[in-house]
């Protein structure tokens, strides 16, 4: 093998460029495929990373042109946005949140590996870490949801997934980190606008999930598109140097989101393509995503005397370890090779893609036990545009996923439930106005003893550019889910969307509702264990869910304030036409069975720096049949220099019990987990007690709580 310095000192200035160029292949009927003038600029070294183009034959054969026709022949990595599996779709990730389970995260993200890497692909850009208050914004679907504990979580778990250690192996892939931060703060939950929030947040909130996946040795980092209070995380430097690579040590590569670093212009710091190439590259980003900034803008950058060949050398250097750390410069084909990663594979995809998505379903209300359905019920009514939609199912960012793969709720549903005959009708379609069959529906309704009600967002509704000012169901759906309700008969909702939606009425109404997101290819099966108890729902909000749009942004982590919201007193912290609780708490979601818990207890009354306490309770399974319970475990320090939220996840723990059965659930809690950042925003640990909570959600008044005395080192 060549070394990396030599390689370098050999390389011309428009092949250093090109080593920190990646561009996204064109798509044409057939599948994705590189444009003849792309190709041109590959033999001539200008391009060093390929997005989009996937296929093992189809990278082979654009690897050998690298390679093999190239002055240098420096082979190329192939990046995709592996968001929720490859070929295989598993559940967007805010509903595979809804697990609160770090090892299925891992597994989701082992088995996209081993397919996108059997498909030649080299770099995943993900995972998506951007903590979302906000369910206006389309990308909350991409992010692990409110929580900056969990979002952590999500993190280590993903990058563990994807690289597994050592991603020079053939099923292994190098994961990105994306995006650098603050992203889910979008002014008004719209894409791309600016960001501006607090420095505390901003770290207490927004950075500790890529922390985390620093941490975990994630391979690359892509800053995100908006500006952080004027400046554009492309170009700033204070984050992406100072702190990231500076601070936290990350020695992988930066690569640029799609176009941002020609956006610099538009964002209103660069007044020309050299002074965007050149302030990002001061930042510390080693490769542009297209647009064109860096092969445009560098010459002129180094001419103007604006960057030196020695950043850029710094740059080509990353990207060359990264190529060599996939084990590219030994063996450029080494993925592109078929079968080698398939052979390797550990799980079957389809059947981890049923539990993945069966855990994603969160039952959100069950009144009267409607759910599960009794096996002997004979018509079940299907209804509603999201019940047969085979292509809108995919959700947003459907990789290489087909619709054909997909299991639609229909096809679930007849699986789950031989007995009964299942009748369909559309009504309507998701969004548009005209045509419409309500009548129809209705006549369907009125014949079956329940009606499952399929609503939701389409696929386009939902990921990126996909804000919506009212998320609530498009299209003419409240018309027919109101005309269903209007029957009387026994209504359960399954809502199919990439955000919560506000609809209240829609809850109040409707006997059972479930949140079944866009749960990936085994979604119908998914559904169908669930509506028929062949599977205990076990799935938990992720992020609160608004009675309205009004209470945005929500979650559960605020700060107490002076005046609390008391209905009663008036000038108090609350509004005058909506409640402050949202209608759903994080972690809120049913089970078949009924769990109790309590006696919560520690394993000592104070503890120092440096050491840990075990915290306990007792549950009890009090309903009729086995399930599987979380415990969520939150910390509040009522006194402290700055004020605290008043609550902080700090734990999670399951146990699975048969009917009548009891258990104990177990976690444990460092010291070092009550540091907070001081007025300095620096680390610290305040001696003092602080409140342990327990319980399923973050809902106030239904916790357990105790407390233990942190004591000075
Ligand atoms: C998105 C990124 C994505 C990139 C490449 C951008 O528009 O913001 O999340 O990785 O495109 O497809």
Redesign the pocket.
């Known amino acids: 093998m060549r070394t990396i310095d030599s390689l370098i000192e050999q390389m011309t200035l428009e092949e250093k460029i090109g080593q920190m160029t990646l561009v ?1 292949a064109g798509w044409v009927i057939t599948g994705p495929k590189v444009s003849g003038d792309y190709m041109a600029q590959i033999r001539a070294g200008r391009i060093g990373a390929i ?2 183009l996937w296929g093992p034959g189809e990278t082979r054969e654009v690897q050998r042109v690298a390679v093999e026709e190239t002055r240098l022949g420096v082979p190329l990595m192939f ?3 592996v ?1 929720h599996g490859h070929r295989t779709l598993f559940p967007i990730p805010l509903a595979e949140a809804a697990a609160f389970d770090p090892a299925l995260w891992e597994r989701t993200a082992r088995a996209a590996a081993e397919e996108a890497a059997a498909d030649g692909l080299t770099l995943a ?2 995972p ?1 870490l951007d903590v979302a208050r906000d369910p206006r914004w389309g ?1 909350i679907a ?1 992010s692990p949801g409110e929580d900056p504990w969990l979002a952590a979580r999500f993190a280590e778990a993903k990058v563990r997934g994807f690289q597994s250690g050592d991603i020079a192996r053939p099923e292994n892939l190098a994961a ?1 980190a ?2 650098l931060a603050g992203y889910g703060a979008a002014t008004a939950g719209r894409d791309y606008a600016s960001v501006d929030i607090s420095e505390r947040s901003f770290r207490e909130v927004y950075l500790p999930p890529f922390r985390a996946a620093v941490d975990a040795g994630v391979a690359a980092i ?1 800053p ?2 908006h500006d952080l209070a004027g400046v554009p995380m492309t170009a700033n430097a204070a984050v992406l140097r100072d702190l990231v690579r500076d601070r936290w040590q990350f020695d992988g590569v930066m690569v640029s ?3 941002a670093v020609a956006e610099l212009m538009a964002h209103g710091v660069a007044e020309d393509v050299a002074e965007a190439a050149a302030l990002a590259l001061d930042a510390g980003i080693d490769i542009d ?2 647009g064109g900034a860096y092969t445009n803008g560098l010459p002129i950058a180094l001419e103007r005397g604006r960057v030196t060949m020695a950043q850029i050398d710094t740059a080509v250097r990353r990207v060359l370890v990264l190529k060599a750390r996939l084990g590219l410069l030994d063996d450029p084909y080494l993925r592109s090779d078929a079968g080698s990663a398939l052979a390797a594979r550990r799980e079957a995809p389809r059947q981890l893609a049923r539990e993945a998505a069966r855990r994603s379903i969160v039952l959100l209300t069950n009144r009267d036990g409607v759910l599960p359905l009794a096996e002997e019920t004979q018509r079940i009514a299907l209804i509603g545009p999201l019940a047969d939609a085979r292509d809108d199912m995919q959700g947003p960012w459907a990789a290489a996923g087909r619709a054909e793969g997909m299991v639609t709720i229909l096809e679930g549903l007849r699986e789950a439930m031989p007995n009964s005959q299942i009748g369909h009708a559309r009504g309507v379609e998701i969004e548009a106005e005209a045509p419409s069959d309500i009548a129809g529906a209705l006549d369907l309704a009125r014949s079956a003893e329940v009606v499952v009600l399929c609503l939701g967002e389409a696929r386009r509704l939902s990921g ?2 996909a804000s919506r000012a009212r998320p609530d169901l498009p299209g003419r759906q409240a018309e027919l889910a109101q005309a269903v309700l209007g029957l009387g008969k026994p209504v359960v909702v399954l809502l199919s969307s990439g955000r919560p939606l506000m609809v209240p009425w829609l809850f109040e109404r409707a006997h059972a509702v479930l949140a079944t997101w866009f749960l990936g290819s085994e979604a119908g099966n998914a559904i169908g264990d669930v509506l028929s108890g062949r599977w205990n729902p076990t799935g938990r909000l992720p992020v609160s869910w608004p009675v309205d749009i009004g209470q945005i942004p929500i979650f559960y982590a605020q700060r107490p304030t002076g005046r609390p919201p008391d209905p009663a007193v008036h000038y108090s912290s609350k509004y005058l036409d909506l409640p402050v609780e949202p209608l759903f708490p994080f972690g809120h979601g049913l089970s078949y069975a009924r769990f109790a818990a309590s006696g919560l207890r520690t394993s000592a009354g104070e503890l120092r720096p440096g050491e840990a306490i075990t915290i306990e309770c007792d549950v009890v399974n009090e309903g009729p049949v086995a399930g599987e319970e979380t415990l969520l475990l939150f910390v509040r320090d009522p006194i402290a220099s700055v004020a605290r939220p008043l609550l902080e996840l700090k734990g999670m723990a399951r146990i699975v019990l048969e009917p009548r059965r009891g258990g104990t659930v177990r976690f444990t809690l460092a010291a070092e987990d009550l540091a907070f950042l001081g007025p300095d925003l620096r680390p610290r640990l305040e001696p003092g007690v602080f409140e342990l909570l327990v319980g399923r959600s973050a809902a106030h008044a239904k916790l357990l709580r105790t407390s233990v005395r942190l004591l000075a080192p």
């Open positions: 996204s997005s989009n990046a995709f946005d968001i850009f993900a998506m990308r991409e990105t994306k995006h892509m995100a598109f989101d799609h176009g995503l297209m990126e550019a």
